[in-house]
């Protein structure tokens, strides 16, 4: 799809299926609006959800470059996570889950979790005045196991950031104690 965003192609697609997290079209050139025949080949693309820059990233240090291209990627793969697990949780809520479909759920916060981890790994990277968004991102990690807060203190201690190293700590301890979120924001 960057290829008509870029103007240099003029061609819409022609949708067919969407099957394992792919979306199968027929592209079609040029001014065409239907399909012709013979049939021209499918086409697979990976879901892909578009995710706006931020004002004043365009214009920067020359190195900054891969830091923001690293978050536009892992953003948007935490936002289409994210919908797929929203849209998974609610066919488990309305049919009778399997054991499989719980595995399969374990699973898939597991991944959204991971992609959190690689998001705090660039706020880390990007300076001590980014603590309260990496902060942020580790409270919305699921952590059924606390695994993950220690890989997120992990990260932290890498990057040399302390202060944020002991709020992860302290996260990971009201989890643990059953002190949520929740009672703040009552």
Not at 119 to 146: F, H, S, T, Y
Request: some cysteine; charged content about 35%; proline content about 3%.
């Amino acid at each position: 799809m960057e290829r008509v965003a870029s103007g240099r192609k003029e061609e819409t697609y022609w949708p067919v299926a969407v099957a394992q997290d792919k979306f199968h079209c027929i592209i079609l050139k040029g001014g065409d609006k239907y399909p012709y025949f013979p049939r021209p080949l499918l086409s697979e693309f990976d879901f892909r959800i578009p995710i706006s820059e931020r004002p004043g990233k365009g214009v920067g240090k020359q190195g900054e470059g891969l830091a923001q291209s690293d978050d536009g990627k892992f953003e948007e793969a935490f936002i289409r996570g994210s919908v797929m697990l929203s849209l998974f949780q609610d066919l488990l809520g309305s049919t009778n889950a399997t054991s499989t479909q719980r595995a399969e759920l374990a699973r898939k916060e597991l991944e959204l979790d991971k992609i959190l981890l690689q998001m705090l790994a660039v706020e880390c990277r990007e300076g001590e005045e980014r603590g309260m968004k990496a902060l942020e991102l580790v409270q919305m990690m699921k952590d059924r196991n606390g695994k993950m807060t220690e890989a997120a203190v992990k990260v932290a201690e890498r990057y040399g950031r302390g202060v944020l190293e002991d709020k992860i700590r302290e996260l990971a301890e009201k989890r643990y104690l059953g002190e949520g979120d929740d009672d703040e924001l009552a």
